[in-house]
């Protein structure tokens, strides 16, 4: 049940992105609001998400397995101007975002229904009657001594049977 988990958490999460702005906004315009704030890199006592990540980018040639890096850029000036323009872009952020988890859900459809298919033979499997099997299968060790036992005593005879077969007649006189 991963993808119908996978499936429901992709669906909340898009809906949540989606809607974020329109209910904030809403919220916000309230006359009994006077204070608030959405943003990346603002109040962390209010923090939604964290997203932690980087920006690389390297290049190499053919014939050569090395790389460098392909650009340089002071690390304080791209976090302060890459905050400020993830800001300019926030409502599109969040419906690329929304866009992206609800494309990633539809994906897993198949690999639910597979699973639901599983679980559902898993589930009539259980559910088939019980029938009640002979006591050899509940000790099957038993069985199988009184079988041995039967067949050398079988043995036994058959091969007494032979002895006597292979001496010649006698009468018996008294």
Not at 19 to 41: I, L, M, Q
Not at 43 to 72: A, I, L, W
Not at 91 to 106: N, P, T, Y
Request: hydrophobic fraction near 40%; aromatic fraction near 10%; include cysteine.
């Amino acid at each position: 049940m991963d993808a119908f988990r996978q499936i429901a958490a992709l669906r909340r999460n898009s809906k949540e992105f989606s809607t974020f702005w329109p209910r904030y906004k809403e919220y916000t315009s309230k006359s009994d609001v006077d204070k608030f704030n959405a943003a990346f890199g603002g109040d962390q006592r209010f923090s939604n998400f964290k997203v932690c990540t980087f920006f690389e980018s390297h290049t190499g040639v053919y014939g050569n397995s090395s790389c460098g890096n392909f650009g340089r850029f002071d690390e304080d000036l791209a976090q302060k101007y890459m905050v400020l323009a993830m800001n300019a872009m926030r409502e599109a952020l969040f419906e690329k975002a929304a866009e992206l988890m609800q494309r990633d859900a539809e994906r897993l459809v198949d690999k639910a229904r597979t699973e639901v298919a599983a679980m559902n033979a898993a589930l009539d499997a259980v559910l088939e009657p019980v029938i009640a099997a002979p006591l050899i299968h509940f000790a099957p060790h038993l069985e199988g001594d009184r079988l041995r036992d039967d067949m050398k005593r079988d043995d036994d005879a058959a091969e007494a049977q032979g002895w006597l077969d292979m001496m010649p007649p006698r009468t018996i006189t008294d």
